[in-house]
């Protein structure tokens, strides 16, 4: 996801989105320690949008 999409969305769907990435971040490192998956890449991406949903969060409740 792209920064301008997400300072589009509102607090409560940015939060949302966040848990939603909590929960992948998870399922991919089950997947990878159970041998199931070699998509190492899936869990640096997500951590990556997870940080900018959060950044974003951030801002929005600093500017409010």
């Known amino acids: 996801m792209k920064s301008k999409e997400l300072r589009e969305k509102d607090?409560?769907?940015l939060k949302?989105?966040?848990s939603d990435l909590r929960m992948?971040?998870?399922s991919d490192r089950?997947?990878?320690s159970m041998?199931?998956?070699s998509k190492t890449h899936s869990i640096n991406k997500s951590k990556r949008d997870l940080?900018?949903?959060l950044t974003v969060i951030k801002?929005?409740?600093l500017s409010e």
């Open 24 to 26: 992948s971040i998870g």
């Open 51 to 53: 940080a900018r949903v």
């Open 35 to 37: 041998n199931k998956s």
């Open 16 to 18: 949302i989105i966040a």
């Open 11 to 13: 607090i409560k769907e």
């Open 30 to 32: 089950m997947e990878i």
């Open 59 to 61: 801002e929005k409740e």
